[in-house]
């Protein structure tokens, strides 16, 4: 009888480490690219930076000002990633309202940054995150999200 709820206690624990991401297999998330210019950085996010996105399984939004943090997951992470809309836009030049960080279990799959009215991109290793598109239905769930009325 004991050995069977040591046994029992063990599967529980692999299936909550799993169901966490920890057992999930990360290769099949490539790092960010860096972009030499707007139509590569397009081209990476409709090939490379949108499906990592759409393998996390949490994100966490920061505003710039004041720091308040929210963390998004289930159908408020599926809205998050279908206002992250790719077009061609060309760069404005601002301030960085909020930073969205995208994981799968403990590993950060992206960081995107996005901009008050809805300008957003990919945070780059060296050289430009470039405008990868503006949507103002983003910044206005990214509001009603750290609000909390998401």
């Known amino acids: 009888m004991r050995t069977s709820m040591i046994v029992a206690l063990a599967c ?3 299936a909550a480490r ?3 991401g920890e057992g999930k ?3 099949d998330i ?3 690219e860096a972009a030499e210019t707007q139509a590569d950085a397009l081209k990476l996010a409709r ?9 996390a399984d949490r994100a966490v939004i920061e505003a710039v000002r004041g720091g308040k943090k929210v ?3 289930d159908k408020a992470l599926d809205k998050l990633r279908a206002a992250l809309v790719v077009k061609d836009t060309p760069p404005s030049g601002g301030k960085t309202a909020w930073t969205i960080t995208f994981y799968r279990g403990e590993k950060v799959v992206r960081k995107v940054w996005v901009y008050s009215y809805g300008e957003w ?3 780059r290793p060296k050289g430009a995150s470039w405008t990868l598109g503006t949507n103002a239905a983003l910044a206005e769930l990214i509001e009603r ?3 909390g009325a998401g």
């Open 12 to 14: 529980i624990l692999v």
């Open 18 to 20: 799993v169901g966490l």
């Open 25 to 27: 297999d990360d290769k």
């Open 30 to 32: 490539p790092p960010p």
């Open 47 to 55: 090939a490379a930076d949108l499906p990592a996105m759409a393998k």
């Open 71 to 73: 963390t998004v997951t």
């Open 121 to 123: 991109g990919v945070e």
């Open 145 to 147: 999200l750290v609000q």
